[in-house]
């Protein structure tokens, strides 16, 4: 069973701890990378142990005695089973290996196991042959009778540091003469403050302080430990030997163990505390989207930088030039061709459109770089808006995510741009049907002209046919000029609407060029990083409540 479906196996057991790992494994997956390794290893570990140790016997509790060497664990363990199973030792460290006995042995062998205790350091107390009233108080109790912490022996405190991760319940043997050591202090107690529920405190060897002396013996112990930050642990003076104090702790692990709530508030606070530095890591920053407002300004600053506008602007007047020269007057027009062509600049502009992004532009150095720093402000901008709030770690990767690619910019655009069909000097079919007919009036006018010329020569122009009073001839003449300068007014208008379609075309186009270079090298790997925040974000909130 993979540990998703452990998880989601405890939804069904009526509680929702298994829906909490399932936010913090998948909170911790988004933010790897991104966060410090140590923090989303920290959180999948303890998601990995949770759901592994919910998925084993439920009906155990398994409880850890820990302390330093000599604080009496062994005995502890001891009088608790009323066995002798743990060597007590004079020569310390005594215990090198966790022992471990089982009140109700059904079901606590999967549990034993994965807790890595081999089966000769395991003993059961079967209560039902057991008629002690105190055996049935401890039933689905696992007691554990762990090595000390702070001997030099490394294997010691490695085997102390793998159960106290497991444990569902911890008692914490101290004793007079090292109850404020700073080893267990530092190490144990004040890390595992937000375990403060699932703790008991035994201060053993009590026989040996002088009775005036013990109870501000135990108050020093729980100033000791609000210090720690657990100021609501209960602390029993115990004498291990004697036997003082050992109803009062077994029925206070039998309080819990009875409630069978430690399993889960151990790792509801395990999740608990690995939410927290997962949250602390990421900021106070909320799940965000990519701004559309700042994309759209950037896209502008992009469009402007590669002279999109020039080439619009290019692409109306050269449709415009192009179509009139077609349909204005053609001894009008014909004029316009001494003018430059503006297609010609319009090639130029096309050309230099991506090199002004990447600083190779030859045209106008200042104006280049005028664009490329509003670019570089805009993606600034964009980058600051959007990692307000976040930690280190995210506004890096945001920052990357947005910068990292900038630098194509310039290539990118230009191929794209390069593709785009700008169409601007194709003259249209009717305008070129247009064209046609004034060259038609033109001829006829040449020929009325001809006819005038000839016929006024020979004196015969009187003796043509009238129209209107007036000699053919000349009224042909007039009518072929008139047409042509009026189709030629007529036709400005629909140039004008032409070149205006061109441009809107063109620029359409130019411009979803720009808007899919900006998605692609910035945009999309910012929304990417923003969708991994907004994971780790969602799932630390629904850990944490
Ligand atoms: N007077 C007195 N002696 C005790 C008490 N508890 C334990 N001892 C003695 O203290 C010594 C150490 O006890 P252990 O139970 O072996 O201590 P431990 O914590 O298991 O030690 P390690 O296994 O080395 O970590 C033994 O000689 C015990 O007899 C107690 O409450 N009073
Ligand atoms: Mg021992």
Redesign the pocket.
């Known amino acids: 069973m993979t540990l998703l479906e452990g998880a989601k196996q405890l939804l069904t057991r009526g509680t929702d701890i298994g829906g909490r790992i399932e936010a913090l494994s998948d909170a911790a997956e988004a933010a790897r990378g991104v966060v410090d390794d140590e923090v989303v290893d920290g959180a999948l570990a303890v998601c990995e142990r949770a759901a592994g140790r919910l998925r084993l016997s439920s009906t155990h509790t398994v409880v850890a005695i820990a302390?330093?060497?000599?604080?009496?664990?062994?005995?502890?363990?001891?009088a608790l089973t009323g066995l002798e199973l743990?060597?007590?030792?004079?020569r310390?460290?005594?215990?090198s290996w966790a022992t471990a006995c089982v009140w109700g042995a059904d079901g606590a062998g999967e549990l034993l196991g994965w807790l890595g205790i081999p089966p000769r350091h395991q003993t059961t107390r079967d209560s039902m042959l057991d008629t002690r009233r105190e055996s049935h108080d401890l039933e689905g109790v696992v007691l554990l009778?762990l090595?000390?912490h702070d001997?030099t022996e490394v294997a010691?405190h490695l085997e102390v540091d793998r159960l106290v991760a497991l444990a569902d319940m911890f008692v914490w043997?101290l004793?007079p003469q090292k109850y404020a050591d700073a080893a267990i202090h530092d190490r144990y107690l004040a890390p595992l403050r937000t375990h403060s529920e699932i703790m008991v405190v035994a201060l053993?060897?009590?026989?040996?302080v002088p009775e005036e002396r013990r109870e501000s013996m135990v108050a020093d112990v729980r100033r000791l430990l609000a210090d720690d930050g657990l100021p609501d642990v209960p602390v029993i003076p115990?004498?291990?030997?004697?036997g003082q104090g050992l109803d009062a702790l077994r029925a206070e692990i039998a309080a819990r163990v009875a409630d069978k709530h430690s399993t889960v508030a151990r790792f509801e606070a395990d999740l608990a505390a690995q939410a927290t530095l997962l949250r602390d890591a990421t900021g106070t920053a909320p799940g965000r989207e990519l701004p559309e407002a700042r994309v759209t300004a950037l896209e502008q600053a992009v469009s402007e930088a590669a002279g999109v506008p020039t080439i619009v602007d290019g692409v109306e007047r050269a449709a415009r030039v192009r179509a009139s020269r077609s349909t204005g007057w053609p001894l009008i027009s014909w004029v316009s061709r001494l003018r430059p062509d503006p297609a010609k600049k319009l090639e130029l502009d096309l050309g230099t459109a991506g090199k002004q992004l990447r600083g190779s532009s030859t045209a106008a150095p200042e104006t280049a770089a005028v664009e490329r720093a509003r670019v570089d402000h805009e993606v600034r901008a964009l980058v600051d808006e959007v990692s307000s709030g976040m930690g280190p770690g995210w506004s890096r990767a945001v920052r990357e995510a947005a910068t990292s690619r900038t630098s194509e910019i310039g290539d990118t655009l230009d191929a794209g741009l390069a593709r785009v069909q700008l169409n601007a000097t194709r003259v249209p079919a009717w305008a070129l049907l247009v064209g046609v007919l004034q060259w038609l009036l033109v001829l006829g006018a040449l020929g009325a002209a001809g006819w005038t010329v000839l016929t006024a020569a020979s004196g015969t122009l009187d003796e043509t046919p009238q129209v209107a009073g007036i000699a053919l001839p000349l009224v042909l003449l007039v009518a072929a000029l008139v047409l042509g300068l009026v189709l030629g007014l007529v036709c400005r208008g629909l140039v004008a609407g032409t070149a205006h379609t061109r441009a809107a075309k063109a620029e359409e186009n130019l411009r979803g060029v720009v808007h899919e270079t900006v998605s692609t090298l910035v945009a999309q790997p910012v929304s990417a990083v923003l969708a991994a925040h907004h994971r780790t974000r969602a799932g630390v909130d629904k850990v944490l409540g």
């Open positions: 302390g330093a060497t000599g604080s009496g664990k062994s005995s502890t363990f001891n743990s060597a007590v030792g004079v310390r460290p005594t215990t009778d090595p000390d001997s010691h043997v004793d053993n060897h009590i026989d040996t115990i004498s291990a030997r004697q």
